[in-house]
């Protein structure tokens, strides 16, 4: 068998300089195709990830109507422009106050989407927004990166810059279990890797609340349909109504922890709701633990020189989110170090005023 190929003018050319040509590779019939550059695997993300996302299921904007009060949200009107009216705010417009659809997303350095995970999801209070007092004042996306949680953060603006607790959507039967759920496809897409979905959609859900955020936490808790997924609740001086929601809740005996955090503003409320569970034959504890056990109760005191404004940075010690987060087995970052004995966690301490 011969090897021969021929020239642009038919001539042709002699079997060892084609074989000579084929050696050099400068022969070629086809185009090169280029092998495709291996996946890299997935792992700890190598720097944290943080974003102000549009949702489409939001708590605002809201034209429902207000739950016990049977009367529209927005029952307030100037020409084309709606508004709702506050008993301490007066009037807040729709276009200004109620339709900032952003969600604060969070994903910290070093998380694995193939290690068990959390989603933590925070309820502002009043007059906050997630840029200026979410994520610069209370330092929450700082707070669940340091509480070693293989955790990531979801919060949801609520009446911007208001005094207004309103859930907005958060009120309809069903609509945060919605919100939970886009939260997973754009957790995805903020990571950056199509593999890690899972890791988001099946998270168990921890909320917690600050003051204003008491109101939907109250309302989730009745109608979200997220018990399957709900691990657990921490209100942060956030108890200000709605006894009968919690009290309910947890006289069912859910399969979440709750702790409640309080100073001088709530204290009276957080009483009501110990005396409604001792009724119901719920027993409670009065200091955190070592490990928030699934039904576990806690109810925590600061003192009264701990003001409401700065509850989420300093209570009865300061980060205490990251503190109660801390509490949580079974979601671990990274790998445990080697176990040491005689070791006592740092914030075990009470903070000293």
């Not at 754009?186 to 204003?212: K, M, N």
């Not at 700065?310 to 790998?335: H, M």
């Amino acid at each position: 068998m011969t090897a021969s190929a021929h020239g642009t003018c038919g001539t042709p050319i002699p079997a060892r300089i084609v074989i000579a040509i084929l050696s050099a590779g400068l022969l070629l019939q086809v185009p090169a195709m280029s092998a495709p550059a291996p996946k890299r695997d997935l792992g700890p993300l190598p720097a944290s990830k943080t974003a102000l996302v549009p949702f489409e299921t939001t708590p605002f904007p809201y034209r429902g109507v207000v739950p016990d009060k049977n009367q529209p949200f927005l029952d307030v009107a100037d020409g084309a422009r709606l508004g709702h009216n506050t008993a301490r705010g007066g009037v807040y417009w729709e276009d200004k106050t109620y339709s900032d659809q952003r969600v604060l997303l969070h994903i910290p350095k070093g998380f694995d989407p193939r290690r068990p995970a959390l989603m933590i999801v925070f309820f502002h209070g009043n007059e906050a927004t997630l840029n200026r007092d979410v994520r610069n004042r209370q330092q929450v996306p700082r707070q669940v990166t340091e509480s070693g949680l293989n955790a990531v953060l979801v919060a949801p603006q609520f009446a911007v810059n208001a005094l207004d607790s309103s859930p907005g959507r958060f009120w309809e039967p069903g609509v945060f279990a919605q919100f939970v759920t886009e939260a997973g496809d754009r957790l995805t897409q903020l990571y950056g890797d199509e593999r890690a979905r899972g890791a988001f959609h099946g998270a168990p859900v921890v909320i917690a609340a600050y003051s204003g955020g008491y109101s939907p936490t109250a309302f989730i808790l009745q109608t979200g349909h997220v018990n399957d997924r709900l691990r657990g609740v921490v209100l942060l001086d956030a108890l200000y109504g709605q006894y009968d929601k919690f009290a309910g809740w947890l006289a069912k005996r859910p399969q979440a922890f709750f702790v409640s955090a309080f100073g001088k503003a709530s204290r009276d409320d957080n009483a009501t709701l110990q005396r409604m569970l001792t009724e119901r034959g719920v027993r409670f504890r009065t200091a955190l633990p070592a490990s928030l056990a699934l039904g576990s109760v806690t109810f925590i005191s600061s003192s009264d020189d701990v003001k409401h404004e700065d509850f989420v940075t300093e209570a009865w010690v300061n980060d205490p989110l990251k503190v109660v987060l801390r509490r949580i087995s079974g979601f671990p970052r990274t790998a445990a170090p080697t176990k040491t004995t005689g070791s006592v966690p740092k914030d075990l301490a009470a903070k000293k005023k």
